[in-house]
């Protein structure tokens, strides 16, 4: 049985017995239950949710669910193995988001490993070796444009307040592009700032002390020169000469 650490103040609160109980009881007829998260990597909280990948024989549908079980917020995945499969391929990867692949990968099986965990895990070290999609010439220039026009809200802002939410537009797409045009995995929200940590821990302080000053002084110049300085390999910023043409079908008749 997998060894779990303890997080919780009772034994009936820990996640092996948590995750076991729900194995034997709303999880019946599954191969196994993955614990993933925070849990699996020693960094959970009093607050830190449970998370689960449920691997049946076969499901009529992929599906996620939240809920409350002895104490833990539980955020749960059920999976067959063609529908992780689906996921890691078709829908995961070409986003490139591998958290999907990195809680099956380090999930951590109960009651026990099996040839469905097996199975799992090793598609998902596959698709975690395979890394990300190369962004296209298109989708990079689509992803200029649209940080040229977050940052030109930053320059000129009339209320504090769309200052604010330029800047949270700007975070998440500035940190994302910075991880996908480096070919590398991408995240969300929290998130975000581990990923670029792990390409480049000087980018991604340089980054945080830029927002920073943005978010608690209301200065979006070293914000505004990171994004330039990110964003110049590729060309810069981008409005002249931007071109996008949507299909000739989409028109009402």
Same mark, same amino acid.
């Given at each position: 049985?997998?060894?779990?650490?303890?997080?919780?103040?009772?034994?009936?609160?820990?996640?092996?017995?948590?995750?076991? *109980? $729900?194995?034997?009881? +709303? =999880?019946?007829?599954?191969?196994?239950?993955?614990? @993933? &998260? %925070?849990?699996?990597?020693? !960094?959970?909280?009093?607050?830190?949710?449970?998370?689960?990948?449920?691997?049946?024989?076969?499901?009529?549908?992929?599906?996620?669910?939240?809920?409350?079980?002895?104490?833990?917020?539980?955020?749960?995945?059920?999976? *067959? $193995?063609?529908?992780? +499969? =689906?996921?890691?391929?078709?829908?995961?990867?070409? @986003? &490139? %988001?591998?958290?999907?692949? !990195?809680?099956?990968?380090?999930?951590?099986?109960?009651?026990?490993?099996?040839?469905?965990?097996?199975?799992?895990?090793?598609?998902?070290?596959?698709?975690?070796?395979?890394?990300?999609?190369?962004?296209?010439?298109?989708?990079?220039?689509?992803? +200029? =444009?649209?940080?040229?026009?977050?940052?030109?809200?930053?320059?000129?802002?009339?209320?504090?307040?769309?200052?604010?939410?330029?800047?949270?537009?700007?975070?998440?797409?500035?940190?994302?592009?910075?991880?996908?045009?480096?070919?590398?995995?991408?995240?969300?929200?929290?998130?975000?700032?581990?990923?670029?940590?792990?390409?480049?821990?000087?980018?991604?302080?340089?980054?945080?002390?830029?927002?920073?000053?943005?978010?608690?002084?209301?200065?979006?110049?070293?914000?505004?020169?990171?994004?330039?300085?990110?964003?110049?390999?590729?060309?810069?910023?981008?409005?002249?000469?931007?071109?996008?043409?949507?299909?000739?079908?989409?028109?009402?008749?």
């Amino acid at each position: 049985m997998a060894n779990f650490p303890n997080t919780r103040s009772s034994p009936l609160h820990s996640p092996i017995f948590a995750a076991k *109980d $729900l194995f034997d009881s +709303r =999880y019946q007829g599954a191969d196994a239950v993955l614990v @993933a &998260g %925070s849990v699996v990597r020693g !960094e959970a909280s009093q607050h830190s949710d449970l998370d689960l990948v449920v691997i049946f024989p076969k499901v009529r549908a992929a599906y996620r669910e939240s809920f409350t079980h002895m104490g833990w917020p539980v955020e749960a995945f059920i999976h *067959d $193995l063609e529908t992780l +499969r =689906y996921f890691f391929y078709r829908i995961d990867q070409p @986003a &490139g %988001s591998s958290t999907l692949c !990195e809680m099956v990968k380090e999930g951590l099986e109960v009651p026990t490993a099996c040839k469905a965990t097996v199975e799992a895990k090793h598609l998902a070290g596959e698709v975690l070796l395979a890394g990300p999609p190369p962004l296209t010439f298109e989708e990079i220039e689509d992803r +200029r =444009y649209h940080i040229s026009e977050m940052i030109d809200d930053l320059r000129d802002p009339r209320t504090r307040h769309e200052l604010n939410a330029a800047a949270a537009r700007v975070y998440g797409d500035l940190a994302d592009f910075y991880c996908r045009s480096r070919g590398a995995w991408t995240s969300a929200g929290k998130g975000l700032l581990k990923r670029m940590r792990q390409q480049d821990p000087v980018m991604a302080r340089r980054f945080s002390e830029a927002f920073d000053q943005l978010f608690q002084h209301g200065l979006p110049a070293a914000v505004i020169g990171l994004s330039e300085e990110m964003l110049a390999p590729y060309g810069g910023f981008l409005f002249d000469a931007y071109r996008r043409e949507v299909s000739p079908n989409w028109r009402a008749t």
